[in-house]
């Protein structure tokens, strides 16, 4: 088991930043995908950003791509969300997931991961 805390939602206006957090109970998996889906009302989790944990190796939707960033600290089991430049669409519910095996590409079904945290709002005003 796996257990994952997201922190750092919150509101800002359009243009601002955000970074979210997101920290990994203990787990002994060689290799683990970590990264953040996001659910607006009425609408799907879709893929956010993906960090593959034993390699430097990410992967982001293409309506994030050069405004977010995702890193990872392994030592503390840590992944952040990097978010400038936002828009009133990225506004949802954002939800750290993991899955020990390869990361996915972002267009992935949500359900192909394993493990996730209770999600942390952002709302971007404009």
């Known amino acids: 088991q796996v257990q994952l805390v997201e922190s750092g939602g919150g509101s800002v206006q359009a243009g601002g930043s955000l970074r979210l957090t997101c920290a990994a109970s203990?787990?002994?998996?060689?290799?683990?995908?970590m990264g953040w889906f996001r659910q607006a009302p009425g609408k799907g989790r879709e893929g956010v950003a993906f960090?593959?944990?034993?390699?430097?190796?990410?992967v982001y939707a293409d309506s994030v791509k050069g405004r977010f960033t995702i890193s990872r600290d392994n030592a503390k089991k840590t992944v952040y969300l990097q978010m400038n430049t936002l828009k009133p669409e990225d506004s949802a519910m954002y939800y750290c997931?993991?899955?020990?095996?390869?990361?996915?590409?972002?267009?992935?079904?949500?359900?192909?991961?394993?493990?996730w945290g209770q999600g942390t709002q952002v709302t971007v005003s404009s």
């Open positions: 960090f593959q944990t034993d390699f430097d190796i990410t």
């Open positions: 997931a993991a899955r020990p095996r390869w990361c996915p590409p972002a267009t992935i079904p949500a359900d192909s991961f394993d493990y």
């Open positions: 203990t787990y002994t998996y060689s290799s683990v995908c």
